[in-house]
């Protein structure tokens, strides 16, 4: 762990938040643990962080503050008050056709709410569980997805520019202050609550991939891609090295030392042997393995097979860096599995779960809640992330035993992907081990609400 790493954020102060608290935190190291009990306010302040590091004002826009200061440890800052992204509808509004049938049926106050809550939810798809859309659906006479299609004419007639105040500076600021990727990482059991609660049953996936959700499609979906890029880009290689040979046959082929050396391996031979797939025979592959493990591929007779042989491990270097990636992806995912395995064939380039017992492939939908949570985590730091990333977690210790909640955070540092981690959590456990000396309570004043 690089105790050493230098946060990019200095601090981030919320007040007025619901009214009644202000809240403060301190990056003194990149990485921080905040304890706090239900109803402090947590999970609203991480989620403040994480649209206001987004540029999710439409989202921000829906939370009670007065005021929010973000401290970057370049001596920059952002400040932004609750009136500079409160929604203001466009004055000529009242021209829309769709919003003149709408306030004929629903009145003018009503409809005004509900477009409100249209625009500044961030899916449309969630507007049905909101109060505002029951009410109106009670008053409108036509079928509630004509009501919904309205709401999203009027959406999309509407220009992002909707706030008070021109907040493309801010953006750009924390922008240029934060490079790192940012990623907001809720527990799995409370994005399924969440989407069971609207109504929704089946595989879920979110369109904003800085909120990393857990559907196991995605998951597939990186497995798929890093595999492909393997074999596509071995297809790259292979063309050049066949150009590169017809030029070699032409001038005379030398074999020196260093490519004698670079052959000497078998492992990484058979490796890129089985690669090639049904184009090489068995027999062919035993026969190249016998004279390297012999050490008769040196012998003149058979520099052009040496000569090639060490330009199929040019391109299994190539591809080294994904392979390292995707191994040690599997070995820490694998510390999170019970009586199942991940595995890379490396020669066939696939990656599966494997039933220990059995022998047989899993699904990955088959996994429980905890696994898919963790594999999913460590399929985008290992698989996918390309730079370092802010990584802001909620509540790890969900669907976690409490093994896994002492070495979970070490392992997502570890990844080395880790330029700034926050997590909240109710749990001791979760920095039960090298993180302890970054964990305090968050830190929350409260005022004294006036009666009058």
Sequence with gaps: MDTKLNPCIRSFKITGLHGDKDVHLEFDSAYKIIIAENGTGKTTVLNSLFYLLTGQFRRLSQIEFEKIILEFSSEEHVELSRNDIAVELPSNLERNLHYKRLTRYLGDSTTKNLIEQAITIDKLEGIRATKEFQTANRMFPGPTMELQRMLEMIRNELNDDLFSSNLSEIKNQIKISTPLEVFYLPTYRRVEEDLK????????????????????????????????????????????????????????????????????????????????????????????????????IRNDNHRTLAYFLSNLLDIYEQQKDKDNRIKEFVKVSNNYLRGKEIRYDESNVTIKVINKRTETEVLLEKLSSGEKQLVSIFSKLYLESTKKSLIIFDEPELSLSIEWQKTLLPDIIASGQCGLLLAATHSPFIFENQLDSYAEALNVSYRERSDG
């Design 197 to 296: 609660r609207l109504g929704y049953e089946g595989e879920f996936s979110d369109e904003n991939e800085q909120l990393i959700h857990f559907g196991m499609r995605d998951v597939s979906g990186r497995f798929k891609k890093v595999t492909s890029e393997i074999i596509e880009s071995a297809i790259t290689w292979y063309s050049k090295i066949s150009g590169r040979m017809l030029d070699e046959l032409m001038t005379g082929i030398f074999v020196d030392q260093e490519q004698l050396e670079k052959i000497s391996n078998p492992e990484a031979l058979e490796i890129v042997l089985d690669r090639l797939g049904a184009n090489v025979s068995k027999e062919t592959k035993t026969k190249i393995l016998s004279l390297v493990e012999s050490g008769d």
